[in-house]
């Protein structure tokens, strides 16, 4: 088993360009052993480039990678302590769930009794015993998913690397297969490297995660630190839905930090970051934070409150979202829960205060 505080991934300013296209710039990153751990981010923003990379698939332009404490740069994947699930699936198609399983087996020239009793127990992990005789053409695509899991498992590698790996399935069974996953490596005990761009499949399965955009490492955190205490604009815009407030910083408090929006002047703390006065800097607050307060509601001390122009309701089953409008024309999104009567019900056009507690504002320096 691994060591409470082994290493399994530690990259050192890892860059990598296709041409022109500066794909991954010096990224920092450390991965416990044991973590489930996700890379989370947009639609080309690096995170295929730094899993192939971690499997030896391209070579990196600058940096270094070392796995469980040993330098595999320059190694090729099948000298590294790692297995892929890549994000087609990808099976033989003229091969059986069983022998889809054992490829990688037969290929290292096991014994067959020890390729069958391996690909037997993985079969039975993997949820799949019942199917080790079926063609790929006749699985669902969770079974699919799930046959890929165990040809990688089988191979018993410290690390697995998955590319979207639920990217092919719908909603429902996306989570479903989720938590399966998440089960799965706490079952296997390796560290999983899971690359998403959906949020929801990430705060699922991880342990902990990294943001990825634009080439950059942006943040890393467990889910919840990153849901509660983005640090960066671009956390708090990616995850979780939050208004955010652009200003500049007019005055530094016992109180906390002013930033002046141009209609209204926020105060918030500074969370141990330095701001200084005239610096441009952002303030986020999560949706289901902020309240539109009724007529001759007035806000107490302890919320922050802002005049708005009520522009609509959009009910979204178990919430309802009040949109308005700020004094700068930005839009300002209140969530609460649906409550189906007329408690809840503004005018189109009305003046109305929105408002949300001031401790759980955070501010964004970059
Ligand atoms: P993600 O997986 O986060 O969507 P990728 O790592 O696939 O992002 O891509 C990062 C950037 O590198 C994108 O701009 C993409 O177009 C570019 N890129 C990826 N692979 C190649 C390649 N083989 N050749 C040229 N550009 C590439
Ligand atoms: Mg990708």
């Given at each position: ?45 690096g ?29 090729p ?14 099976l ?6 069983a022998?889809?399983?054992g490829y990688?087996?037969?290929l ?35 079974q ?14 410290d690390?697995?690397l998955l ?16 938590l399966e996953l ?7 005990g ?29 943040e890393t955190?467990?889910?919840q ?10 956390t ?23 930033v ?27 949706s ?13 001390a ?23 409008s700020l004094?700068?024309g ?22 109305v ?14």
């Amino acid at each position: 088993m691994n060591q409470p505080n082994e290493i399994a991934v530690q990259v050192s300013g890892l860059s990598k360009n296709y041409g022109a296209v500066q794909a991954l710039r010096g990224v920092d990153l450390s991965i416990g052993a044991g973590e489930y751990f996700v890379l989370l981010g947009p639609s080309g923003g690096g995170k295929t480039t730094l899993l192939r990379l971690l499997g030896g698939f391209i070579r990196p332009s600058a940096g270094q990678i070392l796995l469980h404490g040993r330098d595999v740069s320059e190694q090729p994947p099948n000298r590294r302590p790692t297995s892929m699930v890549f994000q087609s699936f990808a099976l033989f198609p003229h091969m059986t769930v069983a022998q889809n399983v054992g490829y990688g087996l037969r290929l290292r020239r096991l014994p067959k009794a020890e390729i069958a009793s391996r690909v037997d127990a993985m079969l039975e992990l993997v949820g799949l015993s019942a199917l080790a005789g079926r063609m790929p053409h006749a699985l669902s695509g969770g079974q699919q998913q799930r046959v890929q899991l165990g040809r990688s498992l089988v191979l018993e590698a410290d690390i697995l690397l998955l590319d979207e790996p639920l990217a092919a399935l719908d909603a429902k069974l996306r989570k479903d297969m989720c938590l399966e996953l998440k089960h799965l490596q706490e079952q296997v005990g390796i560290t999983f490297v899971h690359v998403t761009h959906n949020q929801e499949e990430a705060m699922t399965v991880a342990d902990n995660m990294a943001i990825i955009a634009n080439g950059e490492l942006v943040e890393t955190g467990t889910a919840q630190d990153l849901y509660e205490n983005p640090r960066r604009r671009f956390t708090a815009d990616f995850i979780g839905e939050n208004n955010i407030f652009d200003g500049r910083v007019s005055g530094l408090t016992s109180g906390g930090v002013d930033v002046d929006l141009g209609f209204a002047i926020l105060t918030v703390d500074a969370h141990g970051q330095t701001p200084r006065v005239g610096d441009n800097v952002s303030v986020s607050v999560r949706s289901e934070l902020v309240r539109v307060l009724g007529r001759g509601e007035a806000p107490d001390a302890l919320l922050q409150s802002v005049p708005a122009t009520y522009g609509e309701a959009v009910y979204l089953g178990l919430a309802t979202s009040h949109v308005a409008s700020l004094a700068n024309g930005d839009a300002i999104v209140a969530r609460h829960i649906s409550r189906g009567d007329a408690s809840d019900v503004f005018e189109a056009e009305a003046q109305v205060t929105y408002a949300w507690p001031r401790a759980r504002m955070r501010l964004h320096l970059s």
